[in-house]
């Protein structure tokens, strides 16, 4: 399975921007990145996932270096419901499995 | 939509009892997942099902776990006999595979303490 590499933790201010990175240099050309969150005492949530191209929804931006080699999920206004585990994980686009490594836990100040 | 929903919330029990979790999928969606979260290991996939037919049960501990899935809108998860070292969160997702998108959408989990 490829790996991903993020940061164990981050903290951000409420109502501020938060860029949480993603290393992915071993990503294939099948892979899709994925973005889930889990937030205190509930199951993983999807955030958003793209291949090539950024990607945008309602809940976050994803931002994909053009080697694919590292992305990076961004929360535009960070809100306290924000605080959770960020997984940046990859996906080969033929298969179903989700590979959860340790995440990004994001603690997000009043 | 009411989400993937997994009951009991909370099971407690003594080492040698049998143990049930059961979850009923998002209506309409083909493939159904079994998760184990703990602090150690962090979320680890049990088994998956497509269609209700089960496709991969290599994350499942030993023959101390079994999954069923007799329809497509429910599963159980048995361990019999239980030990102290399965107590987790255990977590069911639903997904629907299509033009290879597979967002899954995760239960609020089933949170095991076997004594």
């Known amino acids: 399975d490829a790996k991903t590499t993020q940061p164990n933790s981050m903290e951000s201010n409420e109502e501020e921007p938060v860029h949480l990175p993603c290393n992915h240099s071993?990503?294939?050309?099948?892979?899709?990145i994925h973005w889930y969150r889990q937030l205190p005492s509930q199951g993983p949530e999807y955030v958003i996932h793209g291949l090539t191209s950024n990607v945008n929804n309602r809940m976050a931006s994803l931002a994909i270096a053009e080697d694919r080699k590292s992305s990076t999920l961004i929360l535009h206004r960070a809100t306290l419901r924000d605080a959770a585990v960020y997984y940046c994980i990859l996906r080969d686009g033929d298969d179903y499995k989700l590979s959860f490594g340790a995440g990004t836990t994001v603690t997000v100040r009043a | 939509d009411a989400g993937v929903i997994q009951s009991p919330r909370h099971e407690v029990t003594e080492m040698g009892q049998e143990v049930t979790l059961r979850c009923k999928p998002i209506?309409?969606?083909?493939?159904l997942f079994w998760y184990r979260q703990t602090m150690m290991r962090g979320l680890e996939l049990l088994i998956y099902?497509?269609?209700?037919?089960?496709?991969?049960d290599s994350g499942m501990p030993e023959d101390r776990f079994s999954a069923k899935m007799p329809n497509a809108s429910f599963s159980t998860l048995k361990i019999q006999p239980s030990e102290p070292r399965d107590s987790a969160v255990y977590f069911c997702?639903?997904?629907?595979?299509?033009?290879?998108?597979?967002?899954?959408?995760f239960g609020p989990g089933t949170r095991l303490t076997v004594t």
């Open positions: 209506s309409g969606h083909n493939s």
């Open positions: 071993t990503i294939s050309g099948t892979d899709y």
């Open positions: 997702a639903s997904s629907l595979y299509r033009d290879r998108k597979y967002e899954q959408y």
């Open positions: 099902f497509n269609n209700n037919v089960p496709i991969d």
